[in-house]
């Protein structure tokens, strides 16, 4: 095996650079019209995609988790302020680790339907639309005492086609862990 197996992706400075040019180009086209106008309407579009948009999409947008030697490694996302700090001090980023050891069970969602380890290649999964708010559910979910956990595996089916070996690969590995 190798160090990692990766999914999703990593979080950058994206949403930053993508939210201040958005509400640039917003406030500098209503510049013509009005100056309190552009700046009320760069800074409501700054807000929304700040503390909004890019924190309720995080999970889709940048839900990065590796399978390690000893368990999976996954960005700490559980409440707001979590994934707020993730959107505006993306270098400041928080991982959390599972031991395989604190698994109890585990499948993988894909739309309304689970899946095992022994049925993972009978998946066929949906394509995964551009937009976040409009992708279908993919992700693996642990069981482990506390509650569960979702992995998110949407934007990694999105722009790779091996995501359904590469997760059965994982799945093997936890099963060897696990039982």
């Known amino acids: 095996m190798t160090d990692s197996i990766e999914f999703g992706n990593k979080i950058n400075r994206r949403p930053l650079i993508v939210s201040f040019l958005l509400s640039l180009i917003v ?14 309407l760069f800074l409501l579009i700054l807000g929304f995609m700040l503390l909004w948009y890019y924190p309720t999409n995080l999970r889709t947008l940048f839900g990065h988790w590796q399978v390690e030697k000893h368990g999976i490694s996954y960005y700490k996302m559980h409440s707001y302020r979590d994934r707020l700090k993730m ?8 991982f959390q680790f599972i031991s395989f050891s604190q698994v109890h069970k585990y499948h993988v969602v894909e739309g309304n339907h689970k ?9 066929n999964p949906a394509k995964q639309s551009l937009l976040p708010w409009k992708r279908k559910a993919f992700y693996l979910e642990l069981e482990i005492k506390n509650g569960t956990i979702d992995l998110d595996l949407s934007s990694s089916q999105r722009r790779d086609s091996n995501t359904l070996f590469r997760l059965s690969n ?5 099963d060897s862990k696990i039982n």
């Not at 994982?170 to 936890?174: A, M, R």
């Open 27 to 40: 406030g500098s086209i209503f510049l013509a019209i009005n100056l309190k106008l552009a700046l009320g």
């Open 170 to 174: 994982v799945l093997k590995i936890i």
């Open 115 to 123: 899946y095992t380890s022994a049925d993972i290649l009978t998946i």
């Open 87 to 94: 959107v505006l001090l993306p270098d400041k980023t928080d």
